[in-house]
T-cell receptor
Framework: AQTVTQSQPEMSVQEAETVTLSCTYD???????LFWYKQPPSRQMILVIR??????QNATENRFSVNFQKAAKSFSLKISDSQLGDAAMYFC????????????FGKGTRLHILP | NAGVTQTPKFQVLKTGQSMTLQCAQDMNHNSMYWYRQDPGMGLRLIYY???????DKGEVPNGYNVSRLNKREFSLRLESAAPSQTSVYFC???????????FGNGTRLTVT
């Protein structure tokens, strides 16, 4: 069975600095999707970025980018120029392409932005 | 522009009571999901439905049942609530391919 591991329960970063959140996953499959979701205090879940495993190029969305290392099964999220509005829980998620439509999440990383 | 609608927003149950959490989406999405969120545990998949008429167990299905009533609606039932089922429950849906999940606003359930 697939698993997603986020080893950093909490992290802090100074405003305007760069922070990297870690995510590793375990799978025997070769095709899959990976996602990062953000959950601010409002509890609403928001998609931050997605990556298809067959694409070697790392995905980017404005200040958010990923470092996807397929062989290492690693999918880290880099947030540049951190802003106070980035404070939230961040969840890494995995979806298999080959099987059913199951999507599983890691336990999350709470990110604090220090003014 | 409703998206994914969950009802109720809050619920308090006594141990042994039953209830159904309702979820409906108006985006013509194929897949629907139920997750529970507990502190330090992230989001755990309870059940999901890849298409109308199909349902599958997730990571933590025990104590729950689901019904995919039609393409729009996916309900979660607790037959005999237990304190361990105190949690925030999220319903989500997605279209297909690499489309992301769209989440409802959650239901906070307390079982005493």
């Amino acid at each position: 069975a697939q698993t997603v591991t986020q080893s950093q329960p909490e992290m802090s970063v100074q405003e305007a600095e760069t922070v990297t959140l870690s995510c590793t996953y375990d799978t025997s499959e070769s095709d899959y999707y990976l996602f990062w979701y953000k959950q601010p205090p409002s509890r609403q879940m928001i998609l931050v970025i997605r990556q298809e495993a067959y694409k070697q190029q790392n995905a980017t969305e404005n200040r958010f980018s990923v470092n996807f290392q397929k062989a290492a099964k690693s999918f880290s999220l880099k947030i540049s120029d951190s802003q106070l509005g980035d404070a939230a829980m961040y969840f890494c998620a995995y979806r298999s392409l080959n099987r059913d439509d199951k999507i599983i999440f890691g336990k999350g990383t709470r990110l604090h932005i220090l003014p | 522009n409703a998206g994914v609608t969950q009802t109720p927003k809050f619920q308090v149950l006594k141990t042994g009571q039953s209830m159904t959490l309702q979820c409906a989406q108006d985006m013509n999405h194929n897949s629907m999901y139920w997750y529970r969120q507990d502190p330090g545990m992230g989001l755990r998949l309870i059940y999901y439905s890849a298409s109308e008429g199909t349902t599958d167990k997730g990571e933590v299905p025990n104590g729950y049942n689901v019904s995919r009533l039609n393409k729009r609606e996916f309900s979660l039932r607790l037959e005999s609530a237990a304190p361990s089922q105190t949690s925030v429950y999220f319903c989500a849906s997605r279209l297909d391919g690499n489309s992301p999940l769209h989440f409802g606003n959650g239901t906070r359930l307390t079982v005493t």
